[in-house]
């Protein structure tokens, strides 16, 4: 899409999580024209607006409003690459690429505590 329409970030419940290393807000997407934004341009400009890295920020629970043009989502933007994979659900941590899911049966899997002793 090279004529994109403009998109405008809002922060607000901004809170500096120093006992998770993070910092953790509310984010509203303005983007009128366009069905959605993809949590991937989000990330790059939160990441320039805020000084960080890119890998750094993640963002969950998007939520487009009626009639489009809006959006409301939380992000968290973490210090370091080890606080991120020490407080960050794994489930997230797969979406982002830090950790690899399982693949296999169930039946290997609870095989491999008992295969472990």
């Known amino acids: 899409m090279a004529d994109a329409p403009p998109v405008t970030l ?22 009128p024209g366009r069905p959605n934004v993809s949590k991937v341009d989000l990330s790059e400009k939160l990441a320039a607006l805020y000084k960080a890295d ?3 920020v993640v963002t969950f629970g998007l939520k487009t409003h009626f009639g489009g043009g809006r959006s409301t989502g939380f992000a968290l933007i973490y210090d370091d690459e080890a606080s991120q994979k020490k407080f960050e659900p794994r489930y997230r941590l797969i979406r982002s690429g830090f950790a690899t899911k399982f693949r296999g049966t169930k039946k290997i899997k609870g095989a491999e505590p008992s295969k472990k002793k």
């Open 10 to 31: 809002r922060t607000r419940k901004f809170i500096t999580n120093r006992l998770l290393a993070r910092r953790q807000f509310v984010v509203d997407v303005l983007h």
């Open 54 to 56: 890119k890998a750094r």
